[in-house]
């Protein structure tokens, strides 16, 4: 981003609390960020978001205020919690409750960072491995009377 341009520099920014990720303030210089992680900067008043490029790199995609208000979740697992509760692990080691949603084993939900809650799931996703990675797909199931259902993947860029 080029805000610090010494190591000495980067302490200072990081020192002075000006650094969110995830809507929390970070004051470690090696904290790391992931997949779709929103990175806030106060003082100049700019969101960022992590994601991947074609090829695979980290890029840093600046976003509006709207949007950093929330992140994608990829959905790793379902487990249940004590007194039998289910919840649900995301791709970034998040667990949330699920007696609202539906949620299955790799969908993709919205998660409100403020209020660490997930509202929706979405038939989008985002391709994290693979030849295609970066890229934002769309699900369409065209189901069969006489042969099992097919999912087709459509991307959005080429």
């Known amino acids: 981003l080029k805000y610090s341009l010494t190591y000495n520099e980067t302490k200072k920014v990081t020192m002075s609390r000006a650094i969110k990720v995830d809507g929390k303030v970070r004051t470690d210089m090696c904290f790391p960020t992931g997949f779709q992680d929103v990175v806030t900067i106060d003082k100049t008043g ?23 208000s929330y992140k994608l979740c990829g959905v790793k697992s379902l487990s249940t919690a004590a007194k039998g509760i289910p919840v649900l692990i995301t791709h970034d080691g998040r667990t949330i409750d699920t007696q609202i949603l539906s949620s299955k084993v ?6 409100d960072i403020d209020l ?6 979405s038939n989008s996703s985002l391709v994290i491995c693979l030849h295609h990675r970066g890229s934002e797909l769309w699900e369409n199931w065209y189901h069969h009377p006489q042969k099992r259902s097919t999912l087709a993947l459509s991307t959005l860029c080429t």
């Open 116 to 121: 660490a809650k997930s509202s929706t799931t």
């Open 46 to 68: 700019e969101f960022f978001r992590m994601l991947f490029d074609v090829k695979g790199r980290f890029l840093i995609h600046r976003i509006k205020k709207e949007e950093a």
């Open 106 to 111: 790799h969908d993709t939900i919205k998660l």
